[in-house]
């Protein structure tokens, strides 16, 4: 079993950073591609983006430029630095993890966190 824990949310103002971080209690995410995604209030999961285990990136059209994700193998972590956030940036943002399937499909993913909020002000 894969537990994944997120942090790092928070209120910002628009055009401000953060950084979110996922990791997992139990076992490790050895081998496992970590997808981010969103979901803001009244719409469904967005893929935001991803990275598989040898550190190749996917991301939406929607945050390239401006969203990098990274993992640190050795810590057991996955991160998602978010940069020139703009107001439909909020959401919950939520790691999951998947060993094969499309990586935009939230279906694909087996674990997932339970989420943390972003809210970015105008």
């Known amino acids: 079993q894969v537990q994944l824990v997120e942090s790092g949310g928070g209120l910002v103002q628009a055009g401000g950073s953060l950084r979110l971080s996922c990791t997992t209690s139990?076992?490790?995410?050895?081998?496992?591609?970590v997808g981010w995604f969103r979901q803001a209030p009244g719409k469904g999961r967005e893929f935001v983006a991803a990275?598989?285990?040898?550190?190749?990136?996917y991301y939406a059209n929607s945050v390239k430029g401006r969203l990098t994700c990274s993992r640190d193998n050795a810590k057991n972590m996955v991160y998602l630095e978010m940069n020139s956030l703009k107001p439909e940036d909020t959401a919950v943002y939520y790691c999951a993890a998947q060993l094969k399937g499309p990586i935009a499909q939230p279906t694909s993913y087996n674990y997932w966190g339970q989420g943390t909020q972003v809210t970015v002000s105008s």
């Open positions: 990275i598989s285990w040898g550190g190749d990136t």
């Open positions: 139990g076992r490790t995410f050895n081998s496992y591609t």
